[in-house]
Structures are given as structure tokens and as C-alpha cells.
């Protein structure tokens, strides 16, 4: 009795290391994606500061904050994985 007890927390850890070793390279690339959208977006908003022309770069600042959203996304989704609620 105890052994297989033993056996089912081993399985259950062992499981959980895999699902760790999922989720945390997920999250560190989430994170990556997320500082370099958030980069991105900052210098768009730089060079709309210098120019003073929003209107040119309408599009880049949307598509920017697109990519801020999606990694965003990726980012909150990699941390439910690491916490189990999925």
C-alpha cells in the first residue's frame, strides 16, 4: 500500500516537472516577445514625439500594439500553464 502510494506521488511529480519544463521556456519566450514589442512601441512613440506627425505612423503604432496584445497574451497564458490552471 505505501509503495504504490509512493509510486503515485512519484507520478505526479514526474508530471509536473514535464509540465514545468513546458511552461517555463514558454513564459521566457513570452517575455522576450513582450519586451521587444514593448521596445518597439517605444520607439515608435519616440519618433512620433520628435516628428509630431501621428498620422505617418498610424499603422506602425497599431501593428506595434498588436504585437504588445498578442504577447501579452502568450505571456499570461505561459504563466496559467505554470501555475496549472490549464
Known amino acids: ?16 516537472v514535464l509540465q ?19 521596445a518597439a512601441l517605444k520607439e515608435l512613440n519616440r519618433r512620433v514625439a520628435e516628428s509630431g506627425w501621428i498620422q505617418v505612423e498610424h499603422n506602425a503604432l497599431r501593428e506595434a500594439g ?7 497574451s502568450r505571456r499570461a497564458a505561459a504563466l496559467a500553464r505554470l501555475r496549472g490552471d490549464s
Request: no cysteine; glycine share 0%.
Open 20 to 38: 514545468l519544463s513546458i511552461a517555463v521556456p514558454a513564459l521566457v519566450e513570452a517575455d522576450l516577445e513582450y519586451d521587444a514589442a514593448l
Open 1 to 16: 500500500m505505501y509503495l504504490h502510494a509512493e509510486d503515485a506521488h512519484d507520478q505526479r511529480l514526474a508530471e509536473q
Open 66 to 72: 498588436m504585437r504588445l496584445v498578442a504577447a501579452e
